[in-house]
């Protein structure tokens, strides 16, 4: 899944709740007034901060109309405006009423000189619990007062809001963990206790996740049970969710160490830590918690979260189950891709009929869960819309001889996987020009699967020699070449990333990152390649340094009607058919007659 | 020049000198403690903590006996120690006594640490003329009380400091500037305008010599008249030097706006912003600049140096100028060459009389100044020696049959060079492990100078891709790619650098860079092969972006015997082909015949 990408969101526009959203804007004002403000701030995150969020934190959908992965509402007494970026434009244009909305564009126009504009001298509140204090600090630039308002005036209007989720949460077995929650919360603590720090806040239900080998199904996308933790410097856990989603299984294996509290606790358990240094990851962490310890007496020591690099080093038994996951897509990508090639060509797919197939074949594999994000299935011009989501209004039929591109993944008890491909429906040849940057792309994304480096080198580091192939065209893509993915939890996971924007985390052994770079050429089509690569120790390198290679995990063919084998090195050709031997020795096994024989074309030596 | 060096040190162990290091650390301990102070620490730097520093400057090398470019000494009643990095190591043992000094790492055992451990509870004191806050900051998370003294103890003892450099100032003429010094001076105001600051400190000497187009003779290697100043929000300066270096054309030159005061009227000059927001670099700048500012009541501003980009962005006439220096730096380089493969097969040079020589060959051409640094001429395993300099101690013969590395520059007064080739003296081919690796770090020199890529792109960015051919083999190097060039001024010059470690500042058209991979077999040889890069705007590029390439500058042919063309992709042997025919063009027809002869063969196309 591409690296600029969010929660894609529905982008269905619903007539009655536009009206509705009249009377919605209306009754906030009010309910601002009350609160003695003059204005009011509502983003898209909940107060997990998180990429998604359940629809009972979906406040700026409910409140504007606009259901995009990233946003941001003002409302001041007399007028009110949508922040959205680049990719959203066209979104929130048609599914917010211009009438109530102005639309700003968020890195252009930032809500910080609006604010200025329009709130010179007001009061405007936010939710504490809602905003890092790093956004906070940039809208304080603006130099109006912002307050902190106990009570969210939107969930005082919202009157037919969903109720929180109560999937049940679920332990995560130690075998494909590797390590006990045990094991993990000791670690944990030692580095509290060299840090000098009591005590630890987990806003990020991903850390606490990790951190507890636990699971559960609050989310479409992502296999988390939304919840926050303290952990002290001793190992003790206090976590906070809604008691009742812990049945007896999850209750045995966090055992006694942890302890289960409603999340209305969480006040007064912050308060509790009066004299303690708490460290809290300013990043990740909404303002409030700094807040509130530090009107209880507790001192905050602002560091990174303790659990996030751990998570994004694989153990072994993560690593082994991240294979088996990829093993078990990679039969159903087979499968598929042998379906589309037979199908595509007669122009009778459409692209929402391409990714429902694709899931089916999906599903019936073993330790399939849910999709790991709503499927990118763009043919022709849509491939181009780097956040594409095909909906019944923008489904389109997939025609004879155009290019098709699809992006998804799954989250298997086991691993997540993501993996692009890029397809041509045929029957015909392709046309030069597309087969050409077609190569370019490919040639990038084995260049970055095939680098040796020495530790200390970080993705941002290595993004260029993915976009190479491309700049020696004058081509390029806005987007970075890859993210970190999670182990049966979020497909995007930092903090490695192959981005210049990302910040300078070494790489190191048991990261997994996607490499899928692409170009895009709007109203016409879009070409990405992703694999997913685990990073590995290199035994083979020289010198006393450790050295690294990747491992890709992804084992599913590439497009040889679009690769255009006399522009490839030797050393490139080289390893396209390595790759395609592997896949066929490795995933062949598993499949029936006639997929085999397919998949024997597809892994063929390119000629 | 090589990234990681600063000053190569004169390297000389003087017995006078170690013996008389005794009596100048018991003057100093008196000194100390009649100052009130329990210790104090002695930075390498000067105040103006630039790279070089003036013999009147060397407190470090006169207290400890140490000429190392990299140190820090402090001093305590019972205790001492010297702090160097790894390029020093033996160094710093054979040049400080033992009884006297403990030798500490910089970086392994940094002094915060020693303090910590020997100076907990005590008073120590520094000198808020050679500090930058941020180095300061970490030596107070020691927990030791730092505390500034006014007047620097090791000067009170230093009975035989030399006088500070009194070299006349001269003005650098518009034609080689590109834009008068009014100008510079009017576009820097306008910042300090735009960003609401009254005046701006230029604690840095080269932004002083780069804002009024002066340049000076008061260090070896760099055209610098040491000075500081104060530029005001309407374009005045106060510049800060000796009244006695500037005579009638430099005063005519820089006009009425500019005023010449001498160094000790700084404090009076600073006090008088009372009320005015001044701002400081606080990377660039020592923290007495700020303390005496705060103290007078004037608010400090914290933000880069104004005039570090601009510096950065070489004008139209400093790149024609450079290039023209280049010219003649690469006619010197090819009377060098053809002498040197004439006369290595014999085995009876050394490396000081090949450096002797190459300076001859560059004193001949028009306007020469002066070498830019020390020239690193390293025979064989000498080659090995990242920082190897020369000298009468070290001085060795140049053998027949080893590689030889010359790594040299000049400061022209219309521009820098700065050029490392590898060689092989002969007479017979070379080891094949020799050539393969070598053809590795010229394969890497290749692909940096080759790419092109979007506006946005930082240095750190690139690194990798001149590291890539190496790293395939499971080799690398120890140091940046690059760094960057000033035009008649410092050969090292910030901010943009090919290094993982440099600050993310995107390439602008005219910044100068050099691009130097290398490989190092300690004890055996040294592989790096130096080109002089200039960003350009690169107009074939697709999309509305602007893109940039790299136009090489430097014009000096590689080592042919080193060369495995069969390891060579097309491209890059195309590349190699056309440089050199380049070269031949360009640098032939200002040679003598049978130079030009040589050049010939050395340009040939590959075979």
New interface residues.
């Given amino acids: 899944m591409h690296v600029a990408h969010g929660n894609m969101g529905k982008y269905v526009v619903n007539d009655d709740l536009v009206t509705s959203v009249n009377g919605r804007l209306t009754a906030l004002r009010d309910a601002i007034a009350r609160a003695g403000a003059d204005g009011f701030v509502v983003p898209r995150a909940d107060e997990y901060l998180g990429e998604y969020v359940p629809p009972s934190g979906e406040r700026l959908s409910w409140l504007t109309g606009f259901t995009g992965s990233a946003g941001l509402a003002i409302v001041l007494a007399d007028r009110a405006a949508v922040f959205t970026d680049g990719r959203y434009t066209t979104q929130v244009a048609q599914q917010t009423d211009p009438a109530l909305w102005e639309r700003r564009h968020l890195t252009d126009e930032p809500p910080a000189g609006w604010l200025k504009r329009y709130a010179a001298g007001r009061r405007v509140g936010y939710d504490p619990r809602l905003h890092p204090q790093a956004a906070l600090d940039r809208l304080a630039a603006s130099g109006v007062t912002l307050v902190p308002l106990d009570a969210n005036p939107v969930d005082a209007v919202w009157i037919d809001r969903p109720a929180a989720p109560t999937a049940p949460a679920e332990p995560w077995p130690d075998a494909f963990a590797g390590l006990t929650s045990a094991e993990k919360r000791e670690a944990t603590a030692a580095v509290l206790r060299a840090d000098g720090h009591g005590a630890a806040v987990l806003a990020d239900a991903h850390s606490v996740a990790w951190l507890l080998n636990m699971r559960g199904g609050d989310l479409d996308h992502t296999p988390l049970a939304l919840a926050s933790a303290i952990l002290r410097d001793g190992g003790a856990v206090e976590l906070f969710m809604d008691p009742a989603k812990a049945g007896p299984a999850l209750r045995e294996a966090l055992g006694d160490a942890v302890t289960i509290r409603p999340r209305d606790a969480l006040a007064g358990a912050l308060a509790g830590l009066r004299g303690t240094t708490v460290r809290i990851d300013p990043e990740a962490t909404p303002a409030w918690y700094a807040e509130t310890l530090r009107a209880a007496g507790a001192t905050v020591a602002a560091a990174p979260d303790p659990v996030r690099l751990p998570r994004a080093r694989k153990t072994k038994a993560e690593q082994d189950g991240s294979r088996a996951a990829h093993h078990r897509d990679a039969c159903a990508m087979a499968r598929f891709l042998r379906w589309f090639s037979e199908e595509a060509p007669h122009g009778e797919l459409t692209e929402l009929s391409v990714a429902s197939h694709l899931l089916a074949f999906r599903r019936a594999g073993d330790r399939f869960r849910a999709e790991a994000f709503p499927a990118i299935a763009g043919a022709g011009e849509h491939g181009a819309i780097i956040h594409y989501r095909a909906t019944p209004a923008s489904d389109r039929a997939v025609h004879a001889n155009e290019p098709f591109l699809i992006d998804s993944g799954a989250q298997y008890l086991d691993g997540t996987t993501d993996v692009t491909r890029t397809l041509w429906t045929g029957p015909d040849a392709p046309p030069a020009e597309l087969r050409t940057r077609y190569t370019l792309v490919l040639r990038g994304m084995v260049a970055l699967a ?5 530790q ?3 993705g ?6 993915a ?2 192939p491309l ?2 065209a ?3 893509y806005d987007h970075g070449t890859g993210h970190g993915v999670g182990a049966f939890l979020s497909v995007h996971e930092g903090p490695a990333a192959f981005s ?1 924007h990302a910040a ?1 985390v070494p790489l190191e052994e048991g990261m997994i990152l996607s490499d899928e770079p692409g170009f895009y050429l709007p109203g016409a089509y879009g070409i990405r390649i992703e694999n997913l690569l685990l990073v590995r120790a ?1 035994a ?4 006393s ?1 450790p ?1 690294l290679r990747f491992e890709t995990l992804t084992l599913v063919p590439f497009e040889r009607a679009l690769i255009d084998a006399d522009a490839l ?1 030797p050393t490139e050709r080289a390893w396209i058919d390595a790759y395609h031997a592997r896949v066929l020795v490795e995933i062949g096994p598993g499949l029936d007659g006639p997929t085999t024989e397919w998949l024997r074309r597809a892994c063929a030596p390119l000629s």
């Fill in positions: 095939a680098t040796r480096f020495p200390g080198v970080a941002p580091h290595l993004d260029a020699i976009r190479r700049w020696e004058g081509l390029d210049r300078n290199d083979h390198a020289k010198g340094r050295w090195a």
